[in-house]
């Protein structure tokens, strides 16, 4: 017990580099998401399928795969990012293309009346798509989206492969110095008190938009 306490601080200082993480993928992906589930609903059947490509790109091949692209692949082009860099742009790329789809399927459940009825109303398509199609796409793909954020949490111990100092390497690290598992105990401590803070926190939001209902 007494190494499980001694290596918590270490722990909270990789839960920084965790937390960053997690926060610059969400700011990055959500509204990137947005944006390409726009494209899939269109009618544009070029950039759709272009869009359709990217998306089975990131959803077929590991996330882990696509760190050490990231990083190690890029650089070999002359692309060259340090490595929080490097996972923060896989991170972005590969939960967009989730998000993507998520978002598509609560785009195209919004019935084409509600269109008609903003065209009689003489609103441009931008107020449209910002006052009327995004906040009950928003409230549609609340649990999906919940799901994702949850994952991502988990997926961010991905980034040891990097080098980076996150929860899960400071805690292996710990582990093999000590030759004991319970540094890794932490670890899962950690990581249940991130998701069970975001749990309640979506969960929150989801009694906020009651109000549709």
Do not use: C, H
């Not at 931008?126 to 009327?132: E, G």
């Amino acid at each position: 017990m007494d190494i499980l306490i001694s290596v918590f601080p270490q722990l909270f200082k990789g839960t920084g580099v965790t937390i960053q993480l997690f926060l610059f993928t969400l700011i990055g992906s959500i509204p990137l998401g947005i944006l390409l589930a726009f494209v899939l609903s269109s009618k544009s059947k070029f950039f759709k399928s272009i869009v359709q490509t990217y998306v089975w790109l990131m959803r077929g091949t590991p996330l882990l795969l696509q760190l050490i692209f990231a990083f190690y692949g890029l650089a070999t082009v002359g692309i060259v990012l340090d490595r929080f860099e490097a996972a923060v742009f896989a991170f972005i790329l590969n939960y967009a293309a989730y998000f993507a789809e998520i978002f598509r399927g609560g785009i195209q459940s919004i019935p084409k009346g509600q269109y008609e009825a903003a065209q009689v109303l003489r609103l441009t398509p931008w107020q449209t798509i910002s006052k009327i199609i995004i906040p009950q796409v928003g409230k549609i793909t609340l649990p999906s989206v919940g799901n994702e954020v949850i994952s991502l949490v988990k997926d961010t111990s991905l980034i040891y492969i990097l080098g980076l100092s996150d929860v899960m390497r400071i805690g292996k690290i710990a582990m093999e110095r000590e030759a004991t598992l319970l540094p890794l105990i932490g670890v899962g401590i950690i990581y249940l008190a991130l998701t069970g803070f975001f749990t309640v926190v979506l969960k929150q939001v989801e009694k906020r938009l009651d109000y549709y209902r």
